[in-house]
């Protein structure tokens, strides 16, 4: 819980919803909260806005690298152990959120000013990525 609330406060301050999760499990992660800042600033929107994969499932993602992804390029088993995790984890999310895709989840172009504007302003957008970070917290956590 105590994770949950470090990202949707990020969130709810301008960080992105990728930024958010990858600043609130960047000790578990072994970076610095810079480091974080920096590593998920081109994720937010589905990774430059092109809203494919959801911002805070990639920084999930990255998280469960950093974390459980020390493997030499021979070791098969290591790595095969990591993309089951990533796999379960992405999974469990689309099931959790009902997608993983950026548009799928906000059903908005935010590329499109005047529809992203609108969104921002019935409070569409904070609301279904508040629940994306929120909940992708929740499910990163049970990982870790």
């Not at 301050?13 to 920096?38: H, P, T, V």
């Not at 000013?113 to 956590?141: F, H, M, R, W, Y």
Request: glycine share 10%; charged share 20%.
């Amino acid at each position: 819980m105590e994770r949950r609330n470090k990202a949707l406060a990020l969130f709810d301050n301008g960080y992105s919803c990728a930024q958010a999760i990858l600043i609130a499990f960047a000790d578990i992660a072994g970076i610095e909260e810079e480091m974080a800042f920096r590593m998920a600033a081109g994720l937010g929107g589905g990774v430059g806005r092109t809203q494919n994969i959801c911002g805070a499932i990639n920084a999930g993602a990255i998280v469960l690298g950093l974390r459980h992804g020390n493997y030499a390029p021979d070791d098969l088993e290591a790595k095969n152990r990591l993309a089951e995790m990533v796999g379960q984890y992405v999974n469990e999310c689309r099931k959790e959120l009902g997608a993983t895709q950026c548009l799928e989840l906000t059903k908005v172009d935010l590329n499109n000013p005047e529809l992203k504007q609108l969104a921002n302003e019935s409070g569409l957008l904070a609301k279904i990525c508040n629940n994306a970070v929120s909940k992708t917290a929740d499910i990163l956590t049970k990982y870790l």
